[in-house]
């Protein structure tokens, strides 16, 4: 399962990302939109850990380019506004949303689930 | 029963001298001094009210004694004019019989013994009033005498009134005491003897019946009828001015003829009418000039009956009035009160509300500021114990407290934010006090800052050094600058700007804009935007409160506030505040 993880918060996502690696999931990083749409273009993803609110392009955005990019890619919102739909938010897509602070066992098992 | 009257006693007694001062409730009545309002809702009434009917009662009474006056002046002079008639018939009635006598006798048969005597006794049987009667010759030698005074060769030569009547056909005396020493008047006729000179037949009238005929003429006891002669010396009794031969202070113009009513003054002070008029015969004047006098008062006691009947209803009538005024007075200031109290109320209620909505919308923005900092501590907090769960080597320890300090900046991070949020909660106590504007804008903006960065929204705040600090209710002016900023974020599209400005315009005024390139205000809503409950944000739940409570608190701190604005190009705000909020001002 190949991972991708978006945020603005360099800290937060490079903790994720090596906590994510001792638990045997490969997952890439991106602090900007940009760089995530960049990534995605060259690497086929199975999921996407997107942040809400970011710097430029936010993530609700983001999840549309990248669909764009990879109609399979799956998307899982990581928010900290906690749970609940905010403004632009399309309940029909079914997208998973998870409040910050994340619990890393509650991330992989939405993980297995979307790529399964 | 009780309790029915108790409730009605409570809608006609005033409830606002229940009313207390509420420093958070007084701004938002619409008037302050209730007691001052209804002592002039009542003084406005009662003037209104009573002010025609005094007028209307006072019109009432001038006409009713105008007419009351004209009447008892007619009265008045018709009773002189019979009086005058009376007594001048009673004098020529008296002149025509000696006339006749003396023109039918003659000097002898006048002067023949008991022959006056006879003619005496027919005179009274004929016509009375008269005492005696005598013949006198041109030298004042009385030469015959009928009556029953000893006056038998009495010389009048010295008397006054012989010369008098040797000058005139006809004479009528004034009053006067003569040989009796007794006050008695004389009329005389002059003729001629047989030899050529001159003789007086003279006859004393009887004053008694003088008197009685004035008398007769009296109604009631509030009339005084007499004689004077012209220079004001009673001839007859009076019951205002005494005896006979009393001088009196009347004064009678000699070329009025015609009988005249005057209103005057009595010498003690009680108003009378008075009337007077020479008393003349068809043969001969006289020096009576008749006066008759009504004691006004006693005349008008009908009138006066009647004015105190009326005063009584009027009266009665005003203090039903007054009654009735108070009590609605009372009944609609009170409801006017209620309404107002209830009203403060509500407004407060909303302003708390709108207090906690601000908070609200602030509140998510903390929320989120706080978790991505706890994240962060979350992660590397389980990042350690990943590494000491999942790998056996040993942890190098600059690692380890790497990580640590990672932790401890984060909790800096969350530290900050909640020393931001108690700083701000702290600015809604009531308080004036020194306030750093620019600071209080920062710490409003900080709220944003995320937001700002997220949405590539450049926010520009220019507040010159010299800029002074104020002395005002900060909590008040952070809710305004909460409520302008919160609406201008939400009107600006990514990538616009906010730019907030201060300056000092005059040594005790500031000016603050807020000014915004957002989507703007359509013209049309302009004049509206500062009225409670109007809203445009419909699907953003806006309750239309933010800009009306801002007027209100800019208000309440002795400013004002104007907007312009241009849909599709912006929003300016331009608020003038005082530096130093005058005391009692706030509330």
Known sequence: ?116 | MIKKIHSYLKTIWPEFHKHKQNVHLESFYTFTDYWHLWVMSIFILAVTALAPLGFVTLIHYQLIQQSVDSELNLRTEQLTSSTKSSVSFFMEERLNALIFTVNEMGYDQLTKMDGLAEILKNLKLGFGGLSDLSVIDTDGNQVAYAGPFNLEGKNYKNQPWFSESLKRTNFVSEVFTGYRDVPHMIIAVRSIKPDGSFFILRATLDTERLIQTLSSHKTGTHTDIFLVDHEGVLQTPSENYGQIFTRTKLTFPTDQTQTKVIMDKHQKNSPIISAHCFISTHIVSTPFVLVVQKKKAAMMHVWLEMRRNINWTVGISIVLILLVITFASTFMINRLYLIDKTKAETMLQMEQSQQLISIGQLAAGVAHEINNPLAVINQTAGYVKDLFSFTDEPQKAEDIIEHIDSILDATDRCGTITRQLLGFVRQFDIQIKRTCLKNLITDVLSFHKKEAEYRGISVGVSVPDTFPDMETDSGKLQQILVNLINNAFQALDDGCCLDISASQITPKMIKLIIQDTGCGIPEKNLNKIHEPFFSTKQDQMGTGLGLSITYGLVKKLGGNISVQSTEGVGTCFTITLPIKIQEGKLA
């Open chain 1, 1 to 116: 399962m190949k991972v991708i993880l978006v945020d603005d918060e360099q800290k937060f996502i490079n903790m994720l990302e090596k906590r994510l690696a001792m638990r045997q999931i490969q997952a890439d990083v991106a602090f900007t939109g940009d760089e995530a749409i960049e990534k995605v273009r060259n690497t086929p993803y199975d999921v996407a850990v997107l942040d809400i609110k970011m710097p430029g392009i936010s993530g609700l955005q983001l999840k549309k380019e990248l669909r764009a990019l990879n109609p399979n890619l799956k998307i899982i919102f990581v928010t900290g506004h906690g749970a609940g739909l905010e403004s632009g938010e399309d309940p029909a897509e079914n997208d998973i949303y998870l409040s910050k602070p994340l619990d890393i066992d509650i991330l992989i098992a939405k993980l297995n689930q979307v790529a399964n």
